[in-house]
């Protein structure tokens, strides 16, 4: 089947079975033919929780599925490879998160959506990347926890004067294995070029940058900028977009290493697949599920 006729059926189907499709901002091009909403994960949240669409289709990896499925349970959320999954995610479990907190008793624990719903049920809060500075503002507290990526907890806490953010030493490998080395490399060739950093690369990188964000603040970000050359210090679905909407401008990836090998494991024909077989739906047990969504239920009523 060419790519035409994939994108008509999917399309088709789609309708049929009043479906929508959530694409995250790393997921392969292709996948933003046939998605109704693609960006960051608040973004993704948010339409998540508002769609009223019976079938939900995550163009995503693992926690995000299981996030839509909590923010609606009454809808069928399907994640088209059951090996989609996020190595943060999978840096901490329940056991570690309660052995986290008996070390640092009595502090409110803020969780990055980057992890299980188990995870989730178990803190005070959830944020995203978007919001996580605002997140930890609300709180007014002197220390919180933060699990379970160690930089964009240490991110937060340079961008807040007088709170202590207590880390949990989990990270993403895509960025954490990003270096101030590569800035100054591709500085070197692109002298001129704007640096757009991740808040999940490590401090010292964030330090480097001319701004900091999540996948769709970078695209907003470069999209107002007027300069002309970009070094991208995130994951290369971002520079496959930002090439696709502003063909004027020059971006360059940090490092070839920079891709998230789990969300580029969907093509058009896995969401074809999908939606006519009804696969992968996701489950979460109604005790965790009513937990985790009042992380996310008050991150989300946070609106910022
Ligand atoms: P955002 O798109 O929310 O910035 O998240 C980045 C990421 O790593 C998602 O897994
Ligand atoms: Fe997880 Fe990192 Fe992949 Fe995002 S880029 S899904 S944090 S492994």
Request: glycine content about 0%; charged content about 20%; aromatic content about 20%.
């Given at each position: 089947m060419d790519k035409r006729e994939l994108i008509q059926k999917i399309n088709r189907l789609k309708k049929e079975k009043n479906a929508i499709v959530l694409a995250h901002t790393?997921?392969?091009?292709?996948i933003d033919e046939v998605a109704d909403f693609s960006g960051d994960s608040l973004y993704l949240s948010r339409q998540a929780a508002s769609t009223d669409a019976d079938i939900i289709v995550f163009a995503g990896v693992y926690f995000m599925a299981e996030t839509a499925k909590i923010l609606s349970p009454d809808k069928t959320v399907l994640l088209p490879n059951l090996s989609a999954g996020c190595a943060m995610a999978d840096k901490i479990n329940t056991e570690q998160l309660r052995a986290f907190k008996n070390q640092y008793p009595d502090i409110p624990v803020v969780c990055y959506v980057n992890s299980t719903a188990a995870v989730k049920a178990e803190s005070d809060i959830c944020c995203t990347s978007a919001n996580a500075v605002n997140v930890v503002k609300s709180l007014k507290a002197k220390e919180v926890l933060f699990v379970p990526d160690q930089h964009l907890g240490a991110y937060v806490e340079s961008q807040l004067e007088g709170v202590n953010v207590i880390t949990y030493p989990g990270y993403c490998p895509v960025h954490h294995a990003i270096t101030v080395e590569d800035i100054e490399n591709k500085k070197a060739l692109y002298p001129q070029a704007k640096v757009m950093v991740h808040p999940e690369c490590p401090a010292e990188v964030a330090k480097k940058a001319d701004f900091v964000g999540s996948t769709t603040a970078i695209i907003k970000a470069v999209k107002q900028c007027e300069a002309k050359e970009f070094i991208i210090v995130t994951e290369k679905g971002v520079v496959e977009r930002l090439e696709r909407d502003c063909p004027e401008k020059k971006f360059v990836l940090i490092n070839e290493k920079a891709i998230c090998d789990t969300m580029k494991l969907l093509r058009l024909e896995d969401i074809l697949f999908s939606l006519e077989n009804n696969t992968y739906a996701i489950d979460v047990d109604k005790e965790t599920a009513a937990k985790a969504l009042k992380s996310i239920d008050r991150m989300i009523a946070i609106n910022a």
């Open positions: 790393y997921q392969n091009l292709e």
